[in-house]
């Protein structure tokens, strides 16, 4: 069988082919288009297939991890969508369960009250209602279906593009949204719709409406890029199943992910728990912690003896939101080789979250960027080689480099070399902290585990890194010493 493995991330794209009858395996890497990074993908597919002799015609399957729906719920970029559920029940989504995620803090940020996924005007009500008696539910108070018709009229003037149907009881009886997706099916095809009992059949209505909510705002985005890659993979003889990560480290084919793209909102960092842990088997370890660092986040997993963590359905959300579906459980911070280091408006040195991404990227990369990133610094210190860059494929320019890293040297009142350094160990001990707050602060002692470096900037900083998450004190009196410098005012 013939497999090709795609993984795209905030800055690279990474193909892999291997046929399992010869045990032969080919990687490829090339830059992520980050407007549509099925051009990307298809590109690094082709060019695998063309360096190295392979018919496309022959491979079996495409698997893929994406973050596509995961960049539309964190940057808050889907779909305008509408909701409509139980009579009186117009404000749950707003409302949540009267806990704070916070306790004591009156400036927290609460996601789904500052910006909901479905605007208040386009949450909408209908008489409906389904009760229990002898055990058995029944329908109480039948469906409007005349009211629904209107909210759709109200719906397609307004420009809505997905359409939410969630019901106080539908995990017991279903009917009444699938009747209201049979209606907009038959009165308006082109609205992406989604029913809370196809999503999450399970009762408390807040999360069962959140997570459906969730879906129906990512939804079209998820659905317009899995077919713009389909066609774009035949168009480049790729002929063959496109399985797709879910967040629980299975996979589903294109159809499933259509209709259920919040499925995929751990999608490619849930394949690096997966290889982390196939990793340690082969090299008798079974305690891991993963460990997988790109170009814009650090992704970290927990392995023990009985298989990697998985999130409880109380712990389960993304940015913020509550969800009910099943994920591993992975800790993100925005900590990677395009981090870009600052001085923040209080006068401190700091490193990230804000991330150069693919383009225009670290400075060193020439296409445009001049701020001074982890990568760039990784670069000043001799740690890359500039001739070997993805194995020599990609010229970089250490002088851009050097500037960047110079300009906040000046800002500082550092030296070249000392500033590089500083970056380094900020952002090392901030992915130590996050490896802390997994295995310390959860009852796990890190000193019985082995780390498993993953991603293109894992194997870079992994040993730094494991030092930082035992031995907190030395990390903390370095970085002590380079913010206790003097900091002019200047922005940089």
């Known amino acids: 069988m013939k497999l090709i493995g795609v993984d795209i991330g905030g800055t690279f794209t990474d193909v892999i082919y291997t046929d399992t009858e010869t045990g032969v395996s080919k990687i490829h890497k090339t830059p992520t288009t980050t407007k549509d990074p099925s051009i990307g993908m298809v590109n690094g597919i082709s060019e695998l297939c063309s360096r190295y002799g392979i018919d496309r ?24 969508t509408g909701l409509i559920t139980t009579e009186g029940y117009r404000d749950l989504l707003q409302i949540g369960r009267h806990q704070r ?4 803090s009156i400036t927290q940020d609460i996601p789904w009250q500052d910006r909901s996924m479905v605007a208040r005007r386009y949450r909408k009500t209908v008489s409906e209602r389904v009760a229990v008696r002898d055990g058995k539910p029944y329908e109480k108070v039948p469906l409007d279906e005349e009211a629904v018709i209107r909210i759709l009229d109200d719906f397609k003037k307004e420009g809505v593009e997905s359409v939410v149907v969630g019901f106080l009881f539908s995990y017991l009886h279903p009917e009444h949204e699938e009747r209201v997706k049979e209606i907009i099916q038959e009165k308006y095809p082109n609205f992406y719709s989604t029913t809370s009992a196809e999503i999450s059949p399970q009762f408390r209505e807040f999360e069962r409406f959140a997570t459906a909510s969730m879906n129906g705002f990512v939804g079209p985005k998820m659905k317009g890029y899995i077919e713009a890659l389909e066609s774009r993979l035949a168009d480049a003889g790729i002929d063959c199943d496109l399985l797709i990560m879910t967040s629980n480290g299975g996979v589903a084919n294109s159809a499933t992910i259509s209709e259920k793209p919040v499925l ?3 999608s490619g960092p849930a394949a690096g728990v997966l290889g982390g842990q196939w990793a340690g088997k082969l090299s008798n370890h079974e305690r891991l912690i993963t460990f997988d660092v790109g170009g814009t986040s650090a992704d970290i997993g927990i392995v023990t003896e009985r298989g990697f963590s998985e999130s409880s359905a109380g712990d389960t959300e993304i940015a913020g939101y509550p969800l009910q579906v099943p994920m591993i459980d992975i800790y993100t911070i925005g900590a990677g080789g395009g981090s870009i280091a600052y001085v923040d408006a209080g006068g401190a040195f700091q490193v990230g979250p804000q991330s150069a991404g693919s383009y225009p990227g670290p400075a060193c990369y020439g296409r445009g960027g ?35 890293v110079q300009h906040l040297a000046s800002v500082l009142g550092l030296g070249l070399y000392e500033t590089a350094e500083g970056i380094l160990t900020i952002v090392n001990n901030n992915m130590a902290n996050a490896i802390r707050s997994r295995t310390i602060q959860k009852g796990f002692d890190p000193r019985e585990f082995s780390l498993a470096a993953l991603g293109g900037g894992g194997p870079m900083c992994s040993i730094e890194v494991a030092k930082f998450s035992i031995f907190r004190k030395s990390s903390f009196r370095r970085i002590r010493e380079l913010r206790q410098q003097p900091v002019c005012s200047r922005p940089i």
């Open 264 to 266: 995929t909102l751990l």
């Open 101 to 104: 995620p916070e306790n004591y």
């Open 370 to 404: 001049d701020l001074p990133t982890v990568t760039d610094a990784t670069l000043v210190l001799g740690r890359l080689d500039p001739d070997h860059f993805l194995d020599g494929e990609m010229e970089i320019f250490p002088e851009k480099a050097v500037a960047s």
């Open 57 to 80: 015609g022959s491979v079996d399957h495409v698997f893929h991890g994406t973050t596509i729906a995961t960049n539309a719920a964190l940057e808050h970029k889907g779909a305008k």
